[in-house]
């Protein structure tokens, strides 16, 4: 359990890191990522690429989290 100072510090952490700014974001997309990407996608009816970054993979999940209504 996290107590209220930590929890009021969290949003100046770098918690969410801009994908952009990401260390490893050019690497391949995880296989947490693409598993998830593809179920968003199914239910989207979109198609997603299997070869994007780690990076692109975060932004299309943000991405249709939003148009599926899922995610925060």
Do not use: C, F
């Amino acid at each position: 359990m996290t107590d209220k100072q930590t929890q009021a510090k969290a949003e100046d952490s770098n918690m969410q890191k801009d994908p952009d700014r990401w260390v490893t974001g050019d690497q391949p997309m995880t296989g947490a990522q693409r598993s998830y990407l593809h179920t968003l996608a199914e239910e989207a009816k979109e198609d997603v690429e299997d070869d994007l970054t780690k990076a692109e993979a975060s932004k299309k999940i943000d991405e249709l989290q939003e148009k599926t209504g899922r995610g925060s």
